[in-house]
């Protein structure tokens, strides 16, 4: 069992960037993927980025070249760092893991059966 705590959401303005990180407390398996979502008010969890134990990462294709996910291994903990922040990305992000998995990893939300609360991210136009 873990527990996932997502930290650094906010408000920003179109154009600028904000990082969010996803402390993990409890057991963690030596593979296992990672991944955020978004929930943007009246549509459904989409998923934005993975990552894998095998350090490949996917990404949604409305994020690419502009976020990027990472992750330190020795904690773990889970960023995502999101530059050029559009009004359309404004939702409610989650982090979520799965075990066993790790190699190839996509942010299909079947996958994951550990979630955080959340934490909202604002783009003003």
């Known amino acids: 069992q873990v527990t996932l705590v997502e930290s650094g959401g906010g408000s920003v303005q179109a154009g600028g960037s904000l990082g969010l990180s996803c402390a993990t407390f409890g057991y963690m398996p030596s593979s296992y993927c990672m991944a955020w979502f978004r929930q943007a008010p009246g549509k459904e969890r989409e998923g934005v980025a993975a990552?894998?134990?095998?350090?490949?990462?996917s990404y949604a294709d409305s994020v690419k070249g502009r976020f990027t996910i990472s992750q330190d291994y020795s904690k773990p903990i889970l960023y995502l760092q999101m530059n050029s922040l559009k009004p359309e990305d404004t939702a409610m992000y989650y982090c979520a893991a799965e075990y066993g998995g790790g190699y190839g990893c996509t942010a299909r939300e079947s996958m994951y059966p550990y979630w955080g609360q959340g934490t909202q991210v604002t783009v003003s136009s």
């Open positions: 990552i894998g134990t095998d350090g490949r990462t």
